[in-house]
T-cell receptor, first 117, second 114 residues
Framework: AQKITQTQPGMFVQEKEAVTLDCTYD???????LFWYKQPSSGEMIFLIY??????QNATEGRYSLNFQKARKSANLVISASQLGDSAMYFC??????????????FGQGTRLTINP | EAQVTQNPRYLITVTGKKLTVTCSQN?????MSWYRQDPGLGLRQIYY???????DKGDVPEGYKVSRKEKRNFPLILESPSPNQTSLYFC?????????????FGEGSRLTVL
């Protein structure tokens, strides 16, 4: 079964520190994609970063990077130099061919990140 | 501007009073889906549609209906809402066969059933 696990319900980090949000996944499909979304207190879902299972390099988008360890089935999100505006809920998600032809995303439970000044 | 639009954004209703949450996208996406978000459970899929007139159940379809008569619209219908349907609802869409499969989300509809 396709599954995403986020084991950190909440994290507290000092401003300007780097933070790593954990995500592990389970799939038997060799081709899959991994996503991170941010949900601020206003509620909308903001796409942050994507990693394909065959991508040779870890994905990066500005201060966000994805630490993709395929053998361990982990896809941790790293935020460098955290800012107060990074305080939000973060969701890891996966798509795979077995999931409605790779259109469906399966989500983890989320991690609530709080940045302290 | 490319977007997914949901209405209403906020709604308080009473048990048994039928309601519809509308969803419209302007990106010509084939695939549309409804999710509900509950604390500690993440987002769970309610229904999805691969194209016009093609809909199917997701993981938590009980108590919901959908229709897809036009490509851009995918309304979610609660025929007889109950308090356990109090939740934050998201409509999402994507292009079938797109490069990443990124889902584009609406802004969410927060529903309270008393």
């Amino acid at each position: 079964a396709q599954k995403i696990t986020q084991t950190q319900p909440g994290m507290f980090v000092q401003e300007k520190e780097a933070v790593t949000l954990d995500c592990t996944y389970d799939t038997s499909d060799p081709s899959y994609g991994l996503f991170w979304y941010k949900q601020p207190s206003s509620g909308e879902m903001i796409f942050l970063i994507y990693q394909g299972s065959y991508d040779q390099q870890n994905a990066t988008e500005g201060r966000y990077s994805l630490n993709f360890q395929k053998a361990r089935k982990s896809a941790n999100l790293v935020i460098s130099a955290s800012q107060l505006g990074d305080s939000a809920m973060y969701f890891c998600a996966m798509r795979a061919p077995a999931l409605q032809g790779a259109q469906k995303l399966v989500f983890g439970q989320g991690t609530r990140l709080t940045i302290n000044p | 501007e490319a977007q997914v639009t949901q209405n209403p954004r906020y709604l308080i209703t009473v048990t048994g009073k039928k309601l519809t949450v509308t969803c419209s996208q302007n990106m010509n996406h084939e695939y549309m889906s409804w999710y509900r978000q509950d604390p500690g459970l993440g987002l769970r899929q309610i229904y999805y549609s691969m194209n016009v007139e093609v809909t199917d159940k997701g993981d938590v379809p009980e108590g919901y209906k959908v229709s897809r008569k036009e490509k851009r619209n995918f309304p979610l219908i609660l025929e007889s809402p109950s308090p356990n349907q109090t939740s934050l609802y998201f409509c999402a869409s994507t292009k079938v066969g797109g490069p990443t499969g990124e889902l584009f989300f609406g802004e969410g509809s927060r529903l309270t059933v008393l």
